[in-house]
């Protein structure tokens, strides 16, 4: 009997009649999530967000936790970094899924037509800051595993939603914080799918990596009207950026990648000169004569997954070691700021692959895998946890995240959550 009523095709239809009926529910449940102003900085309204989905997920019988990653970085009384992990065992042992959105959003911004936190539902879309990025995507997540769970309430494994804070500025206080602590490896979870808004029809297994560092030029103090007597830093600094121009930028264009990132721009090595100060500081009133002795400019150098991070140091070092035997008086110091390893999983790989099937199923098209250019919590799901199995699928439009009147189509949230349920149910029932 039981055997029976898991027939996958059975299940799936199960699933998917489920999901269409509670359509209004996903729209409730997004609005709902959009009213709360959780703006990362400073990281306003975290707690009452946590506490509203923790009390959903606990009245449908799944087992609360609230982690409280004190003293991370924006950490304190007034904004304290709450996150929410909810598991609802099954009926037997297998693999645990896991699906972990960020609850964080950027500021608001200029250029909005309506108020950010009205969830306003208008055209077959909701709109509001984080309706794309990501709580259109968590909304579904949620109704996806609810409808498992109603379906199929003896399933096997286990089955977990996340909420957490801060993966705008870098994740320390949300999934970094907890995959440290276990909550994101083996054997407690298997596999992680992040509802990041990259379009429902698309598979993201991976992001390129990134290195940030700062570099000082030094010079000598002196009158601006005798520049001769001193030394100057922002000259020092323009000598290196003529270098970056003439013989970095060239290298960077010519490599390329195996990894399906989108923009396909972004299949190249790139490196953004993040910004520069020089001399005196900006806005110091009317400026004194003076020639500078510093100047700093920061990179953001974003890698391949064929790149290496020490490859990658050393390339600018050299540059900046060269200058220091051409060039009089050049003085300089580096300092890495943040470094992250590119990832890719596995498009073979379980959740990957059942994700792909569940989307040829419920949209009738052959999605796409992709990489990001940029990273997001994935990076410590894999780096921390030790965890491959991971990627993000998400209903949002990729190119609406953080921009004013940001939406999310009420088709995709209802056609992802299918896709995540179905892909979900075959990863526990292991019929992937
Ligand atoms: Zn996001």
Redesign the pocket.
């Known amino acids: 009997m039981a055997v029976e009523a898991h027939r996958p095709a059975d299940l799936q239809d199960k699933l998917l009649k489920l999901i269409e009926e509670r359509r209004d529910e996903l729209v409730e449940l997004t609005r709902e999530l959009i009213r709360f102003p959780t703006i990362n900085p400073p990281g306003e309204a975290y707690q009452p967000c946590a506490e509203y989905i923790g009390r959903r997920l606990k009245a449908k019988g799944f087992e609360v936790e609230y982690v409280h990653a004190a003293g991370t970085p924006g950490d304190d009384a007034r904004y304290p970094r709450i996150n929410v992990v909810a598991r609802r065992e099954g009926g037997s042992p297998g693999p645990c899924v896991h699906f972990n959105s ?1 609850i964080d959003v950027v500021q608001t911004g200029s250029g909005w037509t309506m108020d950010p936190f009205a969830a306003i539902v208008k055209d077959g879309k909701v709109f509001g800051r984080g309706a794309c ?2 709580k259109g995507g968590m909304a579904a997540s949620i109704i996806a595993v609810e409808a498992l769970i109603d379906s199929h309430a003896d399933f096997p494994g286990a089955l977990e939603i996340s909420g957490t804070v801060d ?2 500025s870098g994740g320390y206080g949300g999934v970094h914080y907890l995959a440290e602590r276990g909550w994101f490896s083996p054997p407690r979870v298997d596999h992680v799918i992040i509802p ?2 990259l379009n429902v029809d698309r598979v993201c297994i991976g992001h390129r990596g990134v290195w940030w560092t700062e570099i000082e030029t030094r010079g000598r103090m002196a009158h601006g009207s005798m520049p001769f007597l001193g030394d100057c830093a922002i000259r020092h600094m323009h000598a290196f950026i003529e270098r970056l121009e003439r013989d970095l930028y060239p290298r960077l264009a010519e490599r390329r990648t195996e990894m399906p990132v989108v923009p396909t721009g972004a299949r190249h090595a790139t490196l953004n000169i993040n910004s520069i100060h020089g001399g005196q500081a900006e806005g110091a009133g009317y400026p004194a004569p003076c020639v500078a002795d510093s100047c700093r400019v920061v990179l953001d150098r974003r890698l391949l997954i064929e790149e290496d991070m020490d490859g990658a140091k050393d390339e600018i070092r050299q540059l900046l070691e060269q200058l220091a035997k051409d060039r009089d008086g050049f003085r300089y110091s580096m300092r890495d700021i943040f470094e992250v390893r590119a990832t890719m999983t596995d498009r073979d790989g379980p959740v990957a692959r059942s994700t792909a099937a569940a989307i040829r199923r419920v949209l009738g098209r052959q999605p796409e895998f992709i990489c990001s250019p940029g990273t ?1 919590d994935q990076k410590h799901i894999d780096r921390i946890g030790k965890l491959r199995d991971c990627i993000a699928y998400g209903p949002g439009i990729l190119d609406l ?1 953080h921009q004013p009147d940001e939406y999310v189509v009420i088709d995709d949230m209802v056609n992802s959550a299918k896709v995540m349920a179905l892909a979900a149910a075959a990863l526990v029932f292991r019929t992937a």
């Open positions: 960020h990025d990501m993966e705008e990041e808004p997001y995240a």
